[in-house]
């Protein structure tokens, strides 16, 4: 084998070395492309489920708001409610310590009848 041939074969070996380094950079970047693509995928599907569940959010957060306000509006009343009550509840104290002081004033109108009735 002459240095010609052994050149020539060097050369088609680095050649071929060279092309399939090539291919196997094409192939890496079609993979690569392959996985980038993918993961655009999975960050559509995720995005629009982030999106669905920052609508259920929403309208849980008005729900709960919504429900703050019946609380909020159901101890007002319930208060308004207890004031009622305690004013009606001094109303009927002041009452029967009125009919307590009549049934005394008739019991000692009664007593004084019946003590000029025992003197006469």
């Known amino acids: 084998m002459s240095i010609k041939d052994a050149a020539l074969q060097y050369a088609t070996a680095?050649?071929?070395?060279?092309?399939?380094?090539?291919?196997?950079?094409?192939?890496?970047?079609?993979?690569?492309?392959?996985?980038?693509?993918?993961?655009?995928?999975?960050?559509?599907?995720?995005?629009?489920?982030?999106?669905?569940?920052?609508?259920?959010?929403?309208r849980l957060e008005a729900t709960v708001e919504a429900l703050d306000h019946k609380v909020d509006t159901g101890f007002a009343e319930l208060r308004e409610a207890q004031e009622d009550m305690r004013k009606a509840q001094t109303a009927m104290q002041d009452s029967q310590r009125s009919m307590q002081k009549t049934q005394v004033e008739m019991m000692d109108i009664l007593v004084a009848i019946q003590a000029k009735l025992e003197l006469n």
């Open 14 to 58: 680095i050649e071929n070395e060279l092309i399939q380094v090539r291919a196997d950079q094409m192939e890496l970047g079609q993979q690569l492309t392959e996985r980038i693509n993918g993961v655009a995928d999975r960050i559509k599907v995720l995005d629009g489920k982030v999106t669905i569940l920052d609508g259920r959010l929403t």
